[in-house]
């Protein structure tokens, strides 16, 4: 396993070793003593959800107060550019945001620390992603950061225009979100 820090250090791109052959190939997603050996992360994962969007579908930026999630996320069929926001109040990279394509082919996986919020955009004909969270998911803890807030000014390169849930249209400005402190 490879693990590369991102701009925003406690971000981790996650790159399994892939076997391949003619046959087709195999990698192990996950193995916890190897994750906690190369990232310092133990983390125990409650819950798994399988996502699957068409194009354009945007999704997001989610994240949970009072029960925060740590997600570690990857696509297995299609293509995605994945946002991860900076939601820590005394945080240097407090509202910055990266970004990144996974994919079936790449075979990367996104290690979302807790306190940060996550988004997606498919960007192929359809995507099916996986995220693995460190808690389970309560819609009374759970807030969206509004995806196209002036202030991130996230370049999602979007083909046509966003689909998007009404309750993301509805997301919070950062400015007057409520963060980790």
């Given at each position: 396993m490879k693990v590369t820090p991102t701009?925003?250090?406690?971000?981790?791109?996650?790159?399994p070793k892939v076997y391949g052959d003619a046959r087709g190939f195999f990698y192990e997603s996950f193995n916890a003593r190897q994750f906690a050996e190369a990232t310092g992360q133990q983390v125990v994962f409650v819950q798994d959800d399988h996502v699957r969007s068409a194009r354009d579908v945007l999704r997001g930026l989610h994240?949970?107060?009072?029960?925060?999630?740590?997600?570690?996320?990857?696509?297995?069929?299609?293509?995605v550019f994945a946002v991860v926001l900076d939601l820590r109040a005394q945080s240097p990279f407090f509202g910055r945001w990266?970004?990144?394509t996974l994919s079936?082919?790449?075979?990367r996986q996104l290690w979302v620390p807790?306190?940060?919020?996550?988004?997606?955009?498919?960007?192929?004909?359809?995507?099916?992603s996986l995220v693995k969270s460190s808690d389970y998911w309560t819609p009374q803890s759970e807030r969206t950061i509004l995806w196209n807030d002036p202030a991130l000014a996230i370049e999602w390169p979007l083909r046509g225009a966003a689909m998007v849930s009404a309750r993301?249209?509805?997301?919070?400005?950062?400015?007057?979100?409520?963060?980790f402190r």
């Open positions: 701009a925003i250090p406690e971000v981790l791109i996650v790159e994240y949970q107060v009072g029960l925060p999630q740590a997600k570690l996320v990857r696509t297995i069929v299609g293509s990266v970004s990144m079936a082919e790449n075979c807790a306190g940060f919020a996550y988004g997606s955009l498919v960007t192929s004909e359809f995507a099916e993301d249209n509805q997301g919070t400005a950062l400015a007057a979100a409520e963060v």
